[in-house]
């Protein structure tokens, strides 16, 4: 049901100064158009695939060069050190 201000989804909006704008749209566009804006997105894309798998490798990476640093690797044997020196 469509209210006042709504169209339906097989009509096209009133023109300003008369009855609705007639397109050449084939039926079966339609039907499939009207069923491609009810549905929700179920998921991603494989475009959205790709770049999801881009950003965990580089961010992998980035990790990857940050723990392997030497102040990282320093700081954490520093750290096993000291917890160790307080067990003896």
Known sequence: MTGP???ALDE???AADGPPAERPTPRGLRARWARVRAAG???MST????????A???FAAVLYRVVT????VDGLSALVADALATLS
């Open 5 to 7: 201000c709504d169209t």
């Open 12 to 14: 096209e909006p009133p």
């Open 41 to 43: 997105e179920a998921g």
């Open 47 to 54: 475009a959205e695939y790709a770049v999801g798998t881009v």
């Open 56 to 58: 965990a490798c580089a």
């Open 69 to 72: 640093g030497g102040s990282v």
